[in-house]
Nanobody
């Protein structure tokens, strides 16, 4: 199996910055797309940023120009640099990835989620 673990969340003032990290572990052969989702209080989980195996990135319009997603395949990790944070960025941030693993002699692509890390932006 494979697991993801996020870190880097916390309390920050509006206009500040935070960098989230996501580390993958377990029986990993390859990681394809990696994504960051955000779930604000009372709202559905929403895709914030995606980075492909080739490094192509996509962002939600609400964070474009402020957030930067990156990955380090040597360390099986991804990061989300968040700048100029505002109150609407508050929420639990989840890392998600499509991971190629081998289970019972069979190659499988798993959709793996982390447990989330809380980001709170204050005035």
């Amino acid at each position: 199996q494979a697991q993801l673990a996020e870190s880097g969340g916390g309390l920050v003032q509006a206009g500040g910055s935070l960098k989230l990290s996501c580390g993958a572990s377990g029986r990993i052969l390859r990681i394809f797309d990696m994504r960051w989702y955000r779930q604000a209080p009372g709202n559905e989980r929403k895709l914030v940023a995606t980075i492909s195996k080739n490094g192509e990135t996509n962002y939600d319009e609400a964070v474009k120009g402020r957030f930067i997603i990156s990955r380090d395949d040597a360390k099986n990790s991804a990061h989300l640099q968040m700048n100029n944070l505002n109150l609407d960025d508050t929420g639990v941030y989840y890392c998600n990835a499509n991971v190629l693993t081998k289970l019972d002699q069979t190659h499988r692509v798993l959709d793996v989620w982390g447990q989330g890390t809380l980001v709170t932006v204050s005035v």
